[in-house]
Nanobody
Framework: QVQLVESGGGLVQTGNSLRLSCAAS??????MGWFRQAPGKEREFVAA????????YYADSVKGRFTISRDHAKNTVDLQMNSLKPEDTAVYYC?????????????????WGQGTQVTVSS
């Protein structure tokens, strides 16, 4: 069972950047994804990356501002977040999917990290 640990969250002002990192306990061929959950809202898809790193997927709300990447040597998946907005404020979760086709659905993912808080002030 793979364990995931997120890091890199914090408090930033509108327009600034943050880089989240998700460290996996083992090397895997899983598709990895980032989701976020704001207070009172459902967990929503942010970005995903295939095991090869070739295919990436983004929510429309973050396309052009966020970039997902993975480093197999380090067993990490990063989310570079630029031009942050107050509506990006949420707890961000890293997930690993062993199978499945729709990586935009949280139910596709088998393993989750504990989450890291991102707060963007206006």
């Amino acid at each position: 069972q793979v364990q995931l640990v997120e890091s890199g969250g914090g408090l930033v002002q509108t327009g600034n950047s943050l880089r989240l990192s998700c460290a996996a306990s083992e090397r895997s061929t899983y598709t990895m994804g980032w989701f976020r959950q704001a207070p009172g809202k459902e967990r929503e898809f942010v970005a995903a990356i295939s095991w090869s790193g070739i295919n990436t997927y983004y929510a429309d709300s973050v396309k052009g501002r966020f970039t997902i990447s993975r480093d197999h040597a380090k067993n990490t998946v990063d989310l570079q977040m630029n031009s942050l907005k107050p509506e990006d404020t949420a707890v961000y979760y890293c997930g690993a999917a062993t199978a499945g086709l729709n990586y935009r659905l949280w139910a596709t993912y088998d393993y989750w990290g504990q989450g890291t808080q991102v707060t963007v002030s206006s």
